[in-house]
T-cell receptor
Framework: NAGVTQTPKFQVLKTGQSMTLQCAQD?????MSWYRQDPGMGLRLIHY???????DQGEVPNGYNVSRSTTEDFPLRLLSAAPSQTSVYFCASSYSRGLAGFQETQYFGPGTRLLVL | AQSVTQLGSHVSVSEGALVLLRCNYSSSVPPYLFWYVQYPNQGLQLLLKYTTGATLVKGINGFEAEFKKSETSFHLTKPSAHMSDAAEYFCAVSDPGVNNDMRFGAGTRLTVKP
């Protein structure tokens, strides 16, 4: 198993450019999520998906779009990059979120470091 | 909504000394609690978690944590630090129930001195 993979590892963008961060998992997990990590703020949830065709917003969704056409892939799109989106982005997956709350272990990718100039 | 506070953004210990990383949460109901570790330039991986049952939870690499409801705490400990424990540690909380996602603390960076 490759686990959770993310590409690219590092990206530099100019303000206003758009790009897609790729995320894939080979564990047949239902739940996938995107977080951003900023110094002193921990990880904040951007968007998540509980299954193919189902997505929802997290804590900080503005400026980002997601889609989930397959179980394996969950790309994150930056529509018009801003310097405030400079961050490290992590994709994660877990077996499910469940009706009784989030008890499952999340498996994280290695991250994408994004710099917006 | 639940939240989590990690006391101390940086903790430094000597090799062989006790490691204590503090985590307090706020939640209207007994939550699910997690500790994740992030080694340099890597993603997070689960150290341990508490969902139900025994309040003292043992994890990987000799770490353990105790859920104390009366103190709303879930501190992480290890009796003897090793150089390889140097990393950033995140406490996370999730409330039982539908549509409650995981909230992470700000993280504590652990340095281990030889």
């Amino acid at each position: 198993n490759a686990g959770v993979t993310q590409t690219p590892k590092f990206q530099v963008l100019k303000t206003g450019q758009s790009m897609t961060l790729q995320c894939a998992q080979d564990m047949n997990h239902e739940y996938m999520s995107w977080y951003r990590q900023d110094p002193g703020m921990g990880l904040r949830l951007i968007h998540y998906s509980v299954g193919a065709g189902i997505t929802d917003q997290g804590e900080v969704p503005n400026g980002y779009n997601v889609s989930r056409s397959t179980t394996e892939d969950f790309p994150l799109r930056l529509l018009s990059a801003a310097p405030s989106q400079t961050s490290v982005y992590f994709c994660a997956s877990s077996y499910s979120r469940g009706l009784a709350g989030f008890q499952e272990t999340q498996y994280f990718g290695p991250g994408t470091r994004l710099l917006v100039l | 909504a639940q939240s989590v506070t990690q006391l101390g953004s940086h903790v430094s210990v000597s090799e062989g000394a006790l490691v204590l990383l503090r985590c307090n949460y706020s939640s209207s109901v007994p939550p699910y609690l997690f500790w994740y570790v992030q080694y340099p330039n890597q993603g997070l991986q689960l150290l341990l978690k508490y969902t139900t049952g025994a309040t003292l939870v043992k994890g990987i690499n000799g770490f353990e944590a105790e859920f104390k409801k009366s103190e709303t705490s879930f501190h992480l400990t290890k009796p003897s630090a090793h150089m390889s424990d140097a990393a950033e540690y995140f406490c996370a909380v999730s409330d039982p129930g539908v549509n409650n996602d995981m909230r992470f603390g700000a993280g504590t960076r652990l340095t281990v001195k030889p």
